[in-house]
Protein backbone atom coordinates (compact mmCIF):
# COMPACT_ATOMS: atom_id res chain seq x y z
CA UNK A 1 0.00 0.00 0.00
CA UNK A 2 1.35 3.11 -0.90
CA UNK A 3 -0.12 7.35 -0.79
CA UNK A 4 -1.24 9.32 -3.69
CA UNK A 5 -2.63 12.64 -3.58
CA UNK A 6 -2.98 12.10 0.62
CA UNK A 7 -5.09 8.78 -0.54
CA UNK A 8 -3.61 5.38 0.52
CA UNK A 9 -3.81 3.08 -2.61
CA UNK A 10 -3.28 -0.29 -2.96
CA UNK A 11 -0.67 -1.44 -6.26
CA UNK A 12 -3.60 -3.67 -7.98
CA UNK A 13 -7.48 -3.57 -6.39
CA UNK A 14 -8.35 -7.62 -6.02
CA UNK A 15 -9.91 -8.52 -9.02
CA UNK A 16 -13.56 -8.14 -9.96
CA UNK A 17 -15.83 -10.59 -11.93
CA UNK A 18 -16.97 -8.93 -15.40
CA UNK A 19 -20.51 -10.21 -16.20
CA UNK A 20 -21.95 -7.42 -14.18
CA UNK A 21 -22.67 -4.96 -16.87
CA UNK A 22 -23.08 -2.02 -14.09
CA UNK A 23 -20.00 -2.48 -12.16
CA UNK A 24 -18.12 -2.71 -15.72
CA UNK A 25 -19.88 0.74 -16.84
CA UNK A 26 -18.41 2.33 -13.64
CA UNK A 27 -14.98 0.97 -13.95
CA UNK A 28 -15.44 2.27 -17.52
CA UNK A 29 -16.07 5.80 -16.19
CA UNK A 30 -12.91 6.34 -15.10
CA UNK A 31 -11.27 6.39 -18.54
CA UNK A 32 -11.81 10.07 -19.75
CA UNK A 33 -12.48 10.72 -23.22
CA UNK A 34 -13.07 12.95 -25.89
CA UNK A 35 -16.61 13.67 -26.50
CA UNK A 36 -18.27 14.18 -30.21
CA UNK A 37 -21.12 13.99 -32.73
CA UNK A 38 -20.90 11.71 -35.44
CA UNK A 39 -23.04 12.33 -38.66
CA UNK A 40 -24.43 10.96 -41.88
CA UNK A 41 -25.62 12.94 -44.43
CA UNK A 42 -27.98 12.07 -47.51
CA UNK A 43 -31.97 11.60 -47.58
CA UNK A 44 -32.36 10.87 -44.10
CA UNK A 45 -29.18 12.19 -41.86
CA UNK A 46 -28.48 11.84 -38.72
CA UNK A 47 -26.63 12.58 -35.93
CA UNK A 48 -25.49 10.66 -32.19
CA UNK A 49 -23.10 11.36 -29.75
CA UNK A 50 -20.52 9.07 -29.55
CA UNK A 51 -17.24 9.15 -26.80
CA UNK A 52 -16.14 5.61 -28.81
CA UNK A 53 -14.36 7.61 -30.94
CA UNK A 54 -10.25 7.07 -31.61
CA UNK A 55 -7.58 7.33 -34.42
CA UNK A 56 -6.31 4.35 -35.59
CA UNK A 57 -3.74 5.14 -38.02
CA UNK A 58 -1.74 7.97 -39.58
CA UNK A 59 -0.50 6.43 -42.71
CA UNK A 60 -2.75 5.40 -44.29
CA UNK A 61 -5.36 7.83 -42.08
CA UNK A 62 -7.96 6.06 -39.84
CA UNK A 63 -10.18 6.76 -37.13
CA UNK A 64 -12.46 4.24 -35.29
CA UNK A 65 -15.83 4.92 -34.32
CA UNK A 66 -18.06 2.26 -31.91
CA UNK A 67 -21.68 2.19 -32.15
CA UNK A 68 -24.03 0.26 -30.73
CA UNK A 69 -25.86 -2.33 -33.12
CA UNK A 70 -29.55 -1.39 -31.50
CA UNK A 71 -28.60 2.60 -32.08
CA UNK A 72 -30.45 4.11 -35.36
CA UNK A 73 -26.68 5.50 -36.29
CA UNK A 74 -25.62 1.28 -36.88
CA UNK A 75 -28.60 1.11 -39.40
CA UNK A 76 -27.29 4.59 -41.00
CA UNK A 77 -24.02 4.03 -41.28
CA UNK A 78 -24.58 0.43 -42.79
CA UNK A 79 -26.20 1.80 -45.89
CA UNK A 80 -23.95 5.10 -46.34
CA UNK A 81 -20.33 5.19 -47.37
CA UNK A 82 -19.47 8.50 -45.49
CA UNK A 83 -19.37 9.85 -41.88
CA UNK A 84 -18.54 12.65 -40.37
CA UNK A 85 -17.56 13.52 -36.68
CA UNK A 86 -17.54 16.56 -35.44
CA UNK A 87 -14.97 17.16 -32.02
CA UNK A 88 -17.03 19.66 -29.68
CA UNK A 89 -15.84 22.35 -27.62
CA UNK A 90 -16.43 22.82 -23.80
CA UNK A 91 -19.23 25.02 -24.55
CA UNK A 92 -20.77 22.13 -26.87
CA UNK A 93 -22.56 20.03 -23.41
CA UNK A 94 -26.17 21.19 -24.66
CA UNK A 95 -25.11 19.68 -28.49
CA UNK A 96 -23.84 16.46 -27.10
CA UNK A 97 -27.20 16.03 -24.67
CA UNK A 98 -29.19 16.67 -27.65
CA UNK A 99 -27.96 14.38 -29.86
CA UNK A 100 -27.90 11.16 -26.97
CA UNK A 101 -31.04 12.12 -26.30
CA UNK A 102 -33.69 9.72 -27.91
CA UNK A 103 -36.76 12.30 -28.13
CA UNK A 104 -35.00 14.38 -30.76
CA UNK A 105 -36.39 14.27 -33.95
CA UNK A 106 -35.41 12.06 -36.58
CA UNK A 107 -34.17 13.28 -40.17
CA UNK A 108 -33.09 16.63 -41.15
CA UNK A 109 -35.18 18.02 -38.33
CA UNK A 110 -32.25 16.98 -35.23
CA UNK A 111 -30.59 19.50 -37.30
CA UNK A 112 -32.75 22.77 -36.80
CA UNK A 113 -31.45 24.11 -33.39
CA UNK A 114 -27.90 22.94 -34.30
CA UNK A 115 -25.57 25.57 -36.20
CA UNK A 116 -24.09 23.20 -39.15
CA UNK A 117 -22.88 22.87 -42.90
CA UNK A 118 -22.74 20.01 -45.17
CA UNK A 119 -19.18 18.46 -45.16
CA UNK A 120 -17.69 18.95 -48.81
CA UNK A 121 -16.29 15.28 -49.03
CA UNK A 122 -19.36 13.30 -47.75
CA UNK A 123 -21.77 16.19 -47.51
CA UNK A 124 -22.74 14.63 -43.66
CA UNK A 125 -23.23 17.39 -41.28
CA UNK A 126 -20.30 19.46 -39.39
CA UNK A 127 -21.35 21.10 -36.35
CA UNK A 128 -20.18 24.48 -35.65
CA UNK A 129 -17.91 25.63 -32.95
CA UNK A 130 -16.64 22.76 -32.77
CA UNK A 131 -12.92 21.90 -31.73
CA UNK A 132 -12.14 19.43 -35.12
CA UNK A 133 -13.97 18.14 -37.78
CA UNK A 134 -13.36 14.87 -39.74
CA UNK A 135 -14.84 13.37 -42.79
CA UNK A 136 -14.53 9.53 -43.59
CA UNK A 137 -15.19 6.56 -46.18
CA UNK A 138 -16.28 3.56 -44.22
CA UNK A 139 -13.22 1.39 -45.05
CA UNK A 140 -14.40 -1.36 -42.64
CA UNK A 141 -16.91 -2.96 -40.42
CA UNK A 142 -15.86 -5.46 -37.75
CA UNK A 143 -17.46 -7.08 -35.09
CA UNK A 144 -17.02 -5.81 -31.34
CA UNK A 145 -19.69 -8.20 -29.43
CA UNK A 146 -22.86 -5.56 -28.79
CA UNK A 147 -21.25 -2.81 -30.98
CA UNK A 148 -19.60 -2.66 -34.79
CA UNK A 149 -16.47 -1.28 -34.79
CA UNK A 150 -16.61 1.23 -38.01
CA UNK A 151 -13.30 1.63 -39.58
CA UNK A 152 -13.19 5.07 -41.67
CA UNK A 153 -10.63 6.37 -44.19
CA UNK A 154 -10.20 9.99 -43.55
CA UNK A 155 -11.00 12.40 -46.55
CA UNK A 156 -10.72 15.63 -44.55
CA UNK A 157 -9.28 17.22 -41.26
CA UNK A 158 -9.62 20.38 -39.97
CA UNK A 159 -9.05 21.83 -36.32
CA UNK A 160 -9.53 25.36 -34.79
CA UNK A 161 -7.04 27.18 -33.61
CA UNK A 162 -8.43 28.03 -29.69
CA UNK A 163 -10.54 26.62 -27.78
CA UNK A 164 -10.95 23.73 -24.46
CA UNK A 165 -12.56 20.18 -25.59
CA UNK A 166 -15.61 18.53 -23.96
CA UNK A 167 -14.48 15.89 -22.06
CA UNK A 168 -16.60 12.62 -20.51
CA UNK A 169 -15.95 11.40 -17.57
CA UNK A 170 -17.91 9.44 -14.87
CA UNK A 171 -21.03 10.02 -16.46
CA UNK A 172 -20.62 13.28 -16.37
CA UNK A 173 -19.36 16.34 -18.76
CA UNK A 174 -16.22 18.33 -17.63
CA UNK A 175 -13.48 20.49 -19.17
CA UNK A 176 -9.85 20.03 -18.83
CA UNK A 177 -8.23 21.68 -15.22
CA UNK A 178 -4.86 22.89 -16.41
CA UNK A 179 -2.02 20.98 -17.98
CA UNK A 180 -0.10 18.84 -16.09
CA UNK A 181 3.88 18.46 -16.66
CA UNK A 182 5.93 15.68 -16.54
Known sequence: MREVDGERVTAAPPAAAVTD??????VFAAFATGVTVVTVGG????????????????????????????????QALMQ???????????????VARHFAS????LGIAQFATVGWSPGGRTGAPLI??????LECRVSGVHDGGDHSI?????LSAARRDR????????????????????
Not at 21 to 26: E, I, S, V
Not at 102 to 105: E, K, N, Q, V
Request: hydrophobic share 45%; net charge neutral; aromatic share 8%.
Open 21 to 26: PYRLRT
Open 43 to 74: DQPHGMTANAVTSVSLDPALVLVCIKHDARMH
Open 80 to 94: CDGFAVSVLAVHQGP
Open 102 to 105: GRRP
Open 128 to 133: DGAMAW
Open 150 to 154: FVGRL
Open 163 to 182: GEPLVFFDGKFHQLAQEVLG
